[in-house]
């Protein structure tokens, strides 16, 4: 399963959850005209659990701000709860999901 941005202005985002309990998690940063106008890339991995209607997903540790990539600012219901600084539960019957502000639709690999 996965989670991939539609066209947009802000980044192209690529969340594949793998039948082997890992994740991954791709992002390309597209230039702003407000940011100094380079492109930059995120990427992440981590490892997957199930707790109960929840996918649980824990990031390796390193410089990703998972606040800033799960906001509840930026969605509509309950897509997700932060655990920790480096783990977040997302629902496990998404169709899709909000990462950096940024609607991403989910695609059954």
């Known amino acids: 399963m996965a989670f991939h941005s539609g066209a947009n202005g802000m980044a192209d985002i690529l969340l594949t959850i793998k039948k082997d309990n890992t994740f991954s998690l791709y992002m390309r940063i597209l230039p702003q005209e407000e940011s100094d106008g380079k492109e930059s890339m995120v990427n992440s991995t981590g490892k997957w659990t199930m707790n109960g209607e929840w996918t649980r997903l824990t990031f390796k540790k390193g410089k990703l701000h998972v606040r800033s990539l799960f906001d509840s600012t930026y969605t509509e219901g ?3 709860k932060l655990i920790g600084d480096r783990t977040v539960d ?6 899709e ?3 950096w502000g940024v609607v991403c639709n989910k695609v059954v690999k």
Do not use: C, G, M, P
């Open 78 to 80: 309950h897509q997700f």
């Open 97 to 99: 999901l909000t990462i």
């Open 90 to 95: 997302i629902k496990a019957d998404l169709k």
